[in-house]
């Protein structure tokens, strides 16, 4: 059986200690962490709950969204994301899933430099705590989220930051029809950090649109054969969210997608 998480973000209206006490009710032995949530709870009485259900956190959501075309609020924004490697520090995630902000007037180039330079203060402390930065590239859609758009583009940078504590985060919904996909997967592993995993409806015309594994098109099982057989290691992080899954409520929904990831047996197939 896979190593999978589920996202808070999968009963998006729930209370942190609501969506903790359900997911460890169905078996599940870890979770991805909203971060706002927990700081609405209390981050000590979180990781009491936490310890009390026997839940790993798999990563903390989220840090970043830097304003990279506004130099002079670069200090605040590296000081509160020091404070949630710290806090990530502190539940025992390995990894802080990072979002980078937009790029705003500047070309892609531009931003990436840019970046670069708040990740060279970030990494110092990131190493000093143990937890990994772990960058999502987000859909173009929203660009004020991130700059970096596609998975191969992420990998790009990973190679360029070269660090232990900077991974990837491989959101199925973002890059499932991505060129050359299942090559990146292959050669670009040991860069990802979190494989989070959902499905995509057909036909929809808003995002976010996912519905429970397995009930729409995305080829989930080839994908995360590709991921198996490449060596990956890491937490599948279950996480769905959008009209459908509220229609349906998370208690249907999340089991659903449990009950699929429980019952998935990679299968061995050739990837181009």
């Not at 903790?20 to 009491?48: C, D, H, K, M, W």
């Not at 173009?140 to 991974?167: E, K, N």
């Not at 015309?205 to 099982?221: F, K, N």
């Amino acid at each position: 059986m896979l190593k999978y998480a589920i996202n808070q973000a999968s009963a998006m209206n729930w209370s942190f200690d609501r969506s903790v006490n359900y997911f460890a009710s169905l078996g599940a032995t870890a979770i991805v962490i909203q971060r706002p949530r927990l700081e609405a709870y209390g981050v000590n009485n979180g990781v009491s709950l936490l310890r009390q259900q026997g839940l790993t956190v798999a990563a903390l959501l989220s840090t970043g969204m830097f304003t990279l075309d506004e130099h002079k609020r670069w200090p605040e924004q590296e000081a509160k994301a020091k404070e949630h490697l710290e806090m990530a520090a502190q539940v025992g995630a390995k990894h802080l899933l990072l979002i980078s902000g937009g790029c705003g007037s500047l070309s892609y180039e531009e931003a990436e430099e840019r970046f670069l330079d708040v990740l060279s203060r970030l990494l110092p402390r990131a190493e000093q705590l143990g937890v990994a930065f772990t960058l999502e590239p987000n859909k173009c859609l929203r660009s004020d989220l991130g700059y970096i758009h596609t998975f191969h583009d992420a990998l790009d940078l990973a190679q360029l930051v070269a660090s232990p504590f900077f991974s990837i985060c491989f959101e199925t919904n973002n890059s499932w029809i991505e060129r050359r996909l299942y090559r990146n997967i292959t050669e670009g592993v040991s860069w990802v950090g979190l494989v989070q995993i959902n499905d995509f409806k057909e036909g929809t015309t808003c995002t976010p649109s996912r519905v429970p594994l397995g009930d729409g098109i995305i080829p989930l099982e080839r994908i995360l054969s590709a991921f198996e057989e490449a060596g990956y290691d890491g937490f599948y992080d279950i996480e769905q969210l959008g009209p459908d899954i509220e229609e349906m409520g998370y208690e249907e929904a999340v089991s659903r997608s449990v009950r699929w990831i429980e019952a998935f047996h990679p299968q061995s197939q050739t990837h181009v």
